[in-house]
């Protein structure tokens, strides 16, 4: 499954509403689909799980969604801790492809 | 939670065997995917494949003739062989845990293997 990640790079303020896509080529089965973020130097982290499932310890303003094979995800009100780069993963079908990324930098 | 930690040389000749470590802790070894995971420089990520605790592998198809995973249950470790490497197999490279209908929870902090002579 090929996962297409827009836009490439994400510019916004504190405070304003984030949402990046992610177009999967094909169904992902049961929705397993997650999001990672990524800073500099660190490895990634995973953040949502199953399409819409908050991992533990990330904040509610963190939400994912789906239309077909459209996902979403949605940063309600940026924080500074948020600008990073952003993955989508499906994990339904081997081999378990990764998006090329979504920057989100502070404008 | 479970600790993963990658060791492993950072510097491998091109067409020689890149070969990594992982140490796990912190959760029962058994019932989980052990995962290999890498980033070219600047890059996105790419997983190589993983292995279950009682052996059995899948492997990405890019990757699949020159790599192989193993584990050691004993010492809760397993590895990564990349056979004939070449420059573009300069990356980071994590290792992760994974479990049936479950994303990549937790990730080793990296490890950057440079191939050049």
């Known amino acids: 499954i090929v996962l297409a990640q827009s836009p490439g790079t994400l510019s916004l303020s504190p405070g304003e509403r984030a949402t990046l896509s992610c177009r999967a080529s094909?169904?992902?089965?049961?929705?397993?689909l997650a999001w990672y973020q990524q800073k500099p130097g660190q490895a990634p982290r995973l953040v949502i799980y199953?399409?819409?499932s908050r991992a533990t310890g990330i904040p509610d303003r963190f939400s994912g969604s789906e239309s077909g094979t459209e996902f979403t995800l949605t940063i309600s009100r940026l924080e500074p801790e948020d600008f990073a780069v952003y993955y989508c993963?499906?994990?339904?079908?081997?081999?378990?492809?990764f998006g090329q990324g979504t920057k989100l930098e502070i404008k | 939670q479970v600790q993963l930690q990658e060791s492993g040389p950072g510097l491998v000749k091109p067409s020689e065997t890149l070969s990594l470590t992982c140490s796990v802790s912190?959760?029962?070894?058994?019932?989980?995917?052990w995962t290999w995971i890498r980033q070219p420089p600047g890059k996105g990520l790419e997983y190589i494949g993983y292995?279950?605790?009682?052996?059995?592998?899948n492997y990405n198809p890019s990757l699949e003739s020159r790599v192989s995973i193993s584990v050691d249950t004993s010492n809760n470790q397993f590895s990564l062989r990349l056979r004939s490497v070449t420059a573009a197999d300069t990356a980071v490279y994590y290792c992760?845990?994974?479990?049936?209908?479950?994303?990549?929870?937790?990730w080793g902090q990296g490890i950057l293997v440079t191939v050049s002579s």
């Open positions: 992760a845990s994974t479990s049936r209908g479950r994303p990549f929870d937790d």
């Open positions: 912190g959760a029962s070894f058994t019932n989980y995917y």
């Open positions: 292995i279950y605790y009682k052996g059995s592998t």
């Open positions: 094909q169904s992902v089965t049961s929705g397993y």
């Open positions: 199953a399409t819409s």
């Open positions: 993963q499906q994990y339904a079908t081997s081999p378990h492809t």
